[in-house]
């Protein structure tokens, strides 16, 4: 080992995001400062399945007998903490890189959230993880020596109070891999002594698949991790706390896993894999971790860290291990994407994770309801794109409907049973909010006769409805279908205003002026029974199911122009007919069609103009209405 600052040395400038995020540590009172070793030992692990990976086909590595290793050191009357590792090491470009920005995905997402997040800094620190920097909570001074695997790198030496700057030189280091000397803070002195970082290992980093050797200044190093890899045992032998304990270590996540699979087959292939599902969507890969996807080893050789093959892409929120000893062991991370043996595996996980979905749900229909809430419109995209397993995939949905309210839910098989007699298709009514679709007109024929409509209103319901199409031979239909064939009959309404023909010939003529072509035809609804009008869409084909998807993604979208179905019955239509043939030069009736339009828009949520403009409307047409 070697100590010695070799001349000449630079001093660097930290970029200005590592300085505001070095800060940030420098000031923050986080109690659970031990998670900057959970980091350390993380970095220290991945370059040694860096290293060995890169020896599968790379024989000019140099030290290739040295043991794939993780070794600690503490020095309690110098209060000096020292990791070591034989990985895959830095030479001084990479240590410039690695130490000197923030490149890395963790400390990254960390200062964007710890911007804006409403959490405490505290807690977000614990779920990220900062990475490297994180020793800045308990170290003086952090003194980093690397030799990198390469024969012709010389070795190099990075050293940091934390501040603003890093100083490099170049130096001798025997041994391939990565040193960090850690001067301890005054008040982090703890982590000087062994039983403290066995602790803190045992908590963190129980699961590493290297050994990590602990040494205080006298006495033998020993191991302190249990290393096993959990996966490659009977699931029989596992307690459920150790599946618990395994997936923290792996995701860092601080709440239990809501579900866990553990997969063990030898046919068609060979796996061995621990699937989760995590308690929280946000916690998954969506949001927080800025890559998801599975651990891939062989033979426990980690391949890939982030694999994406291995499940389809709906299943991102899935967290864990796979291995396989069918994949050949050199085989590069491109390769793995195009191996057959990797679309068996797919096809096993993916079934095998859709059956416990559906066990959850036959067993803890409670607990599979918390699954639905977080995870529901990952399924409904699975739908929308995985063929194969629509079957798998249909059952496991779950919808709101008129029949069962905002507090119920009913599977699609429940939806068909309840069917009555004469009913053809399944019924739903697709929109923003389930505040806005309980209240929307196209409900009035339905709720009067009983008939169910499910309520769609997920982003994502659009594009599911327009790939699932029916249920068991039954057709799934919008209730603003302009074409709708309805089983019961339609003109059950006799209420008392209802309007002659000459006076509804010219409300018909003149909300088509004022409207013009942002309504495609105006005639009379015969569905309606309490709410004045409705908008019906007149495509035939599930084109309108995709308007919502594109509406939010398509900037500029103009949703084709609907047809205006009017309640003849209604009090407001009575009203403004007779105002019509009455007094048509009358300045209310304008902005009164122009209002009934709009609100319309507002509850199908198509509703693309300002609040300003409608709020000038409404104040005309309540002072007329005060006036009166
Ligand atoms: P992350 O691990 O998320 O990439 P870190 O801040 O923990 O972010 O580490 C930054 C980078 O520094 C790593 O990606 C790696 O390239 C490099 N690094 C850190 N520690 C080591 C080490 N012990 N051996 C080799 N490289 C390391
Ligand atoms: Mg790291």
Do not use: C
Not at 344 to 350: C, F, N, S, V
Not at 501 to 521: I, T
Not at 554 to 581: D, T
């Amino acid at each position: 080992m070697s100590d010695v600052v070799d001349v000449p040395m630079e001093s660097l400038e930290y970029r200005t995001e590592v300085k505001q995020l070095l800060d940030i540590l420098a000031h923050s009172l986080y109690t659970e400062r031990e998670i900057f070793l959970r980091e350390l030992i993380s970095n220290a692990s991945d370059a040694l399945n860096r290293v060995q990976f890169e020896m599968l086909t790379n024989h000019e590595v140099i030290d290739p007998e040295a043991e794939l290793a993780i070794q600690i050191e503490v020095d309690p009357d110098a209060k000096v903490l020292t990791i070591r590792d034989s990985g895959i090491g830095m030479n001084r470009d990479e240590l410039v890189e690695n130490l000197g920005t923030i490149a890395h995905s963790g400390a990254r997402t960390f200062l964007q959230n710890a911007n804006q997040s409403q959490n405490t800094l505290e807690e977000i620190i614990g779920q990220f993880g900062v990475g490297f920097y994180s020793v800045f909570m308990v170290a003086d001074e952090v003194t980093v020596l690397s030799r990198s695997y390469r024969a012709q790198d010389r070795a190099a030496r990075w050293q940091s109070k934390g501040d603003s700057r890093f100083s490099l030189s170049e130096t001798e280091k025997a041994q391939r891999g990565t040193e960090i000397r850690i001067q301890l803070k005054e008040d982090a002195g703890e982590f000087a002594a062994t039983w403290r970082i066995e602790n803190v290992i045992k908590r963190h980093s129980d699961y590493v698949s290297f050994p990590i050797y602990v040494q205080g200044k006298e006495g033998e190093a020993k191991v302190a991790n249990r290393r096993t890899a959990l996966w490659r045992q009977a699931p029989s032998k596992v307690e459920a706390a150790e599946y618990t304990e395994f997936y923290k270590q792996l995701t860092f996540d601080d709440a239990d896993p809501l579900l866990h699979v553990h997969m063990v087959a030898d046919a068609p292939a060979s796996v061995r894999s621990v699937l989760f599902v995590p308690a929280r969507r946000d916690r998954s890969s969506l949001q927080m971790r800025p890559e998801y996807g599975l651990r891939l080893y062989s033979r426990k050789v980690l391949i890939q860290e982030h694999n994406k093959d291995l499940l389809p892409e709906y299943l991102r929120f899935v967290e864990g291990v796979v291995d396989s000893e069918d994949l050949p062991l050199n085989v590069s991370r491109e390769m793995v994407q195009s191996n057959p043996v990797t679309r068996q595996l797919r096809k096993a996980l993916t079934n095998r994770l859709l059956k416990e979905f559906r066990s959850l749900a036959e067993e803890d229909a409670e607990k599979y309801i918390g699954f639905w809430n977080e995870f529901g419109v990952f399924l409904k995209e699975g739908l929308a794109s995985d063929y194969a397993s629509r079957d798998s995939l249909q059952e496991l949905l779950r919808f709101h409907s008129t029949q069962t309210g905002p507090e119920r839910w009913a599977t699609l098989k429940e939806v068909a049973e309840r069917m009555q007699p004469e009913q053809k298709a399944i019924y739903y009514i697709l929109g923003d909010s389930l505040k806005s679709v309980t209240r929307s007109p196209h409900l009035d024929y339905f709720r009067k006769h009983e008939l169910e409509v499910l309520y769609l209103t997920d982003f994502i319901d659009g594009y599911m409805i327009s790939q699932l199409r029916e249920f068991e031979g039954k057709p799934l239909r919008n209730v603003d279908d302009a074409n709708l064939e309805l089983p019961k009959d339609e003109t059950a309404n006799a209420a008392e205003k209802s309007v002659e023909e000459g006076p509804y010939e010219l409300l018909v003529a003149r909300v088509k002026k004022v409207l013009g072509d942002r309504v495609r035809e105006v005639r009379e609804g015969r569905t309606l029974v309490d709410s004045p009008a409705r908008l019906v869409s007149a495509e035939d084909d599930y084109g309108r199911e995709l308007q919502y998807v594109r509406r939010v993604v398509e900037e500029n979208y103009v949703a084709p122009a609907k047809i205006l179905e009017i309640n003849r019955h209604h009090p407001i239509v009575a009203n403004l007919a007779r105002l019509i043939s009455e007094q048509g030069d009358n300045k209310l009736i304008d902005p009164a069609i122009e209002q009934l339009f709009d609100n319309l828009q507002l509850l199908d949520g198509s509703y693309q103009g300002t609040a300003a403009d409608m709020v000038e409307r409404i104040q005309q047409l309540m002072g007329a209405a005060l006036r009166s």
